[in-house]
């Protein structure tokens, strides 16, 4: 299993704190002192894993260690260090005999050779390994500083110092605290109103006023995306499927559904239970079938001549190994192909745990899926009458949907009767549109050719045009003429590569009023992209034209559609026609012409349809019934009104197209499972048996409600008091994001190779304190973001660098380098341009040009306009293949397996791209232009106003004398240096700028604002 975040040799686990000041008063703790030393040399031969175990000699027990040898003596002796075979082999002078033998680069210290003689001299007592032993109820401790402590976190924090002979930090001054609490919470930069308020309250009610500053974060819905993005990374979300294809995939509305319970409150015990098993529940919600994405957020394989069960129990394997980081904080997936070679996990255990993930639907493909409109979880309108008329609507489209086949039936009777020729059809009396307006969305030219067609242009990734026109005649019917150009790749009549088109949707309005289409027709068609698919409403789907060279007729030609109307529009109406293209990528429109008819077109089919039609229900093939059904659904006048109902209800309400999220349901008849020899999915070992879903056997066993256990009785144990490890992982897990490690600082790893805690009774406070408080994640914020330990300032202080270099024992605060998302949010604040929507489908930021050069499937990036372009980083489109570039600079995952923490860098890449990144530029121009539209003027007065602006927008504070000083003449030297080349400040200012604002003087305050956005300080949290 890969885990994102910083290795820790296990020879360190022993130095976190130095040996002699833990273990130098009273009799030594195996877990704490011993346990780790015999983890990193001994167990990986002498440990659990029997069949991959050494001379038949365990470690790992005190039952092992201290049997006699068959050859005689006992590896350890208690009481007598000096006949121990444990100490006699580390010491051995000759190499062939010593241990653990050379050739594994390991060897312990003569420190820790004399600890582990210690231990066998007091009795080499064993412990039960600490993580797996029950949550039990602590006591905090009393402290001789008592006045220092806010709750029962400084209590256990303060005992630690004191034993050590230290005292704590002083708190941070206002203007560190709010930021730092800003940032750790939602993730975003206080506002100067923010700061003047939190500095006036400070100073007349210290305690209250930090208290309900942190009540007012937890509570805003900012809060839930900067804590979204933590559970993200331990879900693997991602916006694409991986591997070298590494398509596009939705799974935004699962995204968007851990904001909405974050923001809720949602208990972490109920948070668990949906996301492992909502669709388990009784009658589940469409919300918590989305939660189940948690383990649809693993990788498929779209590549040609794969084996579909191969990577099906690639997923599985991926969805045991990250539920046991993530909530059991165990390495699960090393006992894949072996028992586990340090922690009591047997081989049999992992694949009784696979076989809870390993019976449901999903095979190396996107289904199943549930259908969440955009913006339903956030931004919809809630009033009753409007959601009652759009369920309405919606069961009516069920009803007929569910009817479908009877009217098909009885529709294929009336075409049989007479079928026209696809490939002669009637002609109506069709009238060229001549254009008045034409616009697109994305930028893309729409040219007006001397025969009244169109020419589009290279533009936005997904276009969308608009074409305006007032009717000269009466209008029922609609056709498009798709037209080929020399201009065009391959000619056309599409802008893709090779001449494809997928026009999603063809929407009409007639003097502002929507006007719904009764059916659709084409000359030709793409298998399973029909001219019906350009009018149902599914941003999904669309009509296609297959240009390959297996494509019937000849490639790259003119073809048209036409389209029915359910209303006669009258002479003078005002036509606004819009041409969607949402389904891939650069598949847009190349070249076009529309004409009008006062009929509606002949509904006809294209020549595959026909073929369809003529073939006997029970001798065609599914394609054929496809064909068909996709016929009737184009021809159906009822159904298409109705979908129309809803779209209209849908948009009252506010609410976006429809995207269909991946999510877990269970086969009916469960998959066998059984033990695979040495992982190999096709070697089945059924010589054990089929194995019955089971946690490892070392746990408390759940209780189950039905026999065999299914996922909701895991997520039930999980959450459960019995199960020793998910409160303590979760709490440390909560704890290291507040500063920067944790009480166990392997976060990942409770096993036996991992860290000692560094507070064990705190961690274990925590954990009791957490499932007393019904799981509450907002109230161990609450309990954590006002103790006094979380208030320390965190400037270096030289005796804790001698005593404590690593600041473990919490002797003041963590300086903690910005995630990547926040480094590019606390930008976007500072320069005012942040868009506060919540939520949605994932966005397109301006990213350097060939970024997917070398990817196998060029996915291009047209940088999105308007609100998209200032999204918080949360949304934007993740590709796991080749990530937004200024993420991975600054250390965000690939997201190919579960991330339980991030790595912390510091390159040269990093600077680089705060002043050279085109996004990170227009951030520092929108931080020009909000000094100067916000303190106008020139006057040395409005100059220091705005330095001090500048300084509280991006580091909350107002700058020291010197800093002052230095900042206004770094730009007036901008300034003189922009007047003498005008050129160049045309380049760098603002492109708004305030009436009598001169250029050079703007530009050098884009400038500063460069200056000030790329300082550690800035992506720092202090």
């Not at 794969?306 to 046991?324: C, L």
């Not at 695979?676 to 746990?699: M, N, S």
Request: charged share 25%; hydrophobic share 35%; aromatic share 8%.
């Amino acid at each position: 299993m890969v885990l994102c975040r910083i290795g820790f040799p296990l020879a360190l686990v022993c130095v976190l704190i130095p040996v002699h000041t833990r273990a130098e008063d009273g009799k030594l703790r195996f877990n704490r002192d011993v346990r780790p030393l015999l983890s990193e040399y001994c167990f990986h031969c002498h440990g659990p894993d029997a069949k991959g175990r050494k001379a038949d000699l365990r470690l790992d027990t005190r039952d092992g260690a201290t049997n006699q040898r068959k050859e005689g003596g006992v590896a350890v002796l208690p009481g007598r260090p000096e006949q121990s075979l444990l100490l006699q082999r580390m010491t051995h002078p000759e190499s062939d005999e010593i241990m653990p033998p050379p050739e594994t680069k390991k060897h312990p210290t003569q420190a820790e050779i004399a600890l582990l003689r210690r231990w066998i001299a007091e009795g080499a007592e064993y412990e039960d390994h600490w993580a797996f032993l029950p949550v039990k109820p602590v006591k905090p401790p009393e402290v001789s500083a008592s006045g220092w402590v806010h709750n029962p976190i400084d209590a256990f924090i303060l005992h630690g110092l004191e034993e050590h002979g230290l005292t704590p930090s002083p708190e941070a001054d206002d203007a560190t605290l709010l930021r730092r609490l800003h940032l750790d919470l939602t993730g975003l930069l206080p506002s100067p109103p923010e700061i003047a308020a939190f500095q006036k309250a400070r100073a007349t009610d210290p305690e209250g006023a930090v208290a309900r500053t942190v009540q007012a974060l937890l509570e805003s819905p900012h809060h839930a995306e900067r804590w979204a993005r933590h559970w993200l990374d331990q879900a693997r979300y991602a916006d694409s499927n991986g591997y070298t294809i590494d398509g596009d995939r939705v799974m935004w509305p699962y995204r968007d559904w851990v904001i909405r319970a974050i923001g809720d409150g949602m208990p972490f015990d109920q948070f668990t239970i949906e996301q492992l098993a909502g669709d388990l529940l009784p009658q589940p919600t469409k919300a918590q079938l989305i939660a189940t994405g948690f383990h649809r957020n693993t990788l498929i394989n779209q590549e040609g001549g794969t084996d579909p069960e191969q990577f099906r129990n690639e997923e599985v394997v991926d969805r045991v190994s990250t539920t046991g980081a993530v909530w059991l904080g165990l390495t699960l997936g090393c006992a894949q192909c072996h028992d586990h070679k340090f922690d009591p996990i047997t081989q049999r255990d992992f694949y009784s745990f696979f076989a809870f993930f390993n019976s449901t639907e999903d095979i190396n493909n996107i289904g199943p899926t549930v259908d969440l409109y955009e913006g339903e979880m956030f931004q919809a309108s809630t009033d009753p009458a409007l959601r009652k008329s759009l369920e309405a609507a919606e069961s009516r489209l069920a009803d007929l949907e569910k009817s479908r086949p009877l009217r098909q039936k009885a529709w294929e009777a009336g075409l049989f009767v007479d079928l026209p020729s696809a490939d002669h059809p009637p002609e109506p009396d069709w009238t060229l549109v001549r254009p008045e307006s034409l616009s697109s969305e994305g930028g893309a030219s729409l040219d007006l050719l001397e025969d009244g067609s169109v020419l589009a242009g290279k533009g936005g990734e997904r276009e969308v045009y608009h074409v305006r026109w007032v009717t000269s005649v009466p209008m029922e019917g609609l056709r498009l003429r798709l037209l080929t150009h020399d201009s065009l790749p391959k000619k056309g009549p599409g802008r893709a590569g090779n001449g494809n088109l997928v026009l999603s949707e063809v929407e009409l309005t007639a003097d502002g009023v929507s006007v719904p289409f009764a059916g659709a027709s084409a000359d030709h068609a793409q298998p399973g992209y029909p001219a019906s698919g350009a009018i149902d409403h599914d941003p999904g789907t669309g009509w296609a034209i297959n240009v390959g060279p297996n494509a019937p007729g000849p490639m790259n030609a003119d073809h048209w559609a036409s389209f029915a109307l359910t209303k006669r529009l009258p002479i003078g109406s005002r036509i606004e026609l819009t041409l969607r293209h949402e389904v891939n990528a650069n598949y847009n429109t190349g070249r076009f012409g529309l004409d009008t008819s006062p009929v509606p077109p002949p509904k006809t089919q294209p020549p595959a349809w026909q073929m369809a039609l003529k073939t006997p229900l029970e001798k065609r093939s599914k394609e054929q019934k496809k064909q068909v059904e996709e016929a009737f659904a184009s021809a159906d006048q009822e159904l298409n009104r109705v979908r129309a109902e809803v779209d209209a209800a849908r948009k009252r309400l506010g609410l976006g197209p429809k995207a269909s999220s991946m999510i877990l349901r269970e086969l009916k008849t469960p998959r066998s499972t059984y033990v695979h020899t040495r992982g190999d999915f096709l070697r089945e070992d059924k010589t054990q048996g089929v194995l019955a879903p089971d946690v490892p056997g070392f746990l408390p066993h759940p209780s189950v409600g039905a026999v065999p256990a299914t996922r909701l009785d895991l997520a039930k144990w999980l959450v459960s008091r019995e199960n020793p490890l998910t409160a303590r992982v979760t709490v440390n897990r909560i704890w290291m994001r507040y500063f920067g490690h944790g009480l166990v600082e392997t976060e990942n790893d409770f096993g036996t190779q991992g860290a000692y805690p560094t507070h064990p009774e705190l961690l274990d406070w925590l954990a009791a304190w957490f499932m007393d408080h019904g799981w509450s994640v907002r109230e161990l914020h609450q309990l954590i973001a006002t103790s006094a330990t979380y208030r320390q300032a965190s400037l270096w202080r030289s005796d804790l660098g001698a005593a404590d270099p690593r600041n473990l024992l919490l002797g003041r605060q963590s300086r903690i380098r910005c995630d990547a998302e926040i480094v590019r949010d606390s930008a976007l604040a500072a320069s005012g341009l942040l868009s506060p929507r919540i939520g949605g489908p994932p966005v397109r930021p301006p990213q350097p040009e060939g970024v997917y050069a070398f990817t196998q499937n060029n996915k291009g990036w047209t940088a999105d306009t308007g609100a998209n372009r200032y999204r918080r980083t949360l949304y934007t489109r993740f590709y796991r293949s080749a990530p937004h570039p200024m993420l991975t600079t600054f250390d965000a995952p690939d997201f190919q397996s579960v991330c339980t923490r991030r790595p912390r860098s510091n390159t040269p890449l990093q600077s680089l791209t705060l002043a050279n990144d085109p996004g990170f530029f227009e951030f520092a121009q929108g931080l020009a232009s909000r000094l100067l539209r916000e303190i106008p003027g020139s006057d040395h007065k409005a100059v220091l106003q705005r330095v001090g602006r500048a300084f509280l927008l991006c580091y909350s504070r107002t700058p020291s004398d010197d800093e002052l000083g230095k900042v206004v003449a770094f730009q007036a030297l901008q300034a003189r240096r922009f007047a003498a080349n005008p050129e160049e400040a045309g380049k760098v200012a603002p492109g708004e700028l305030p009436t009598g604002m001169d250029r050079s003087e703007a530009a050098s305050w884009t400038a500063v604002a460069r200056a000030l956005m790329n300082t550690d300080e800035f992506v720092t949290r202090e």
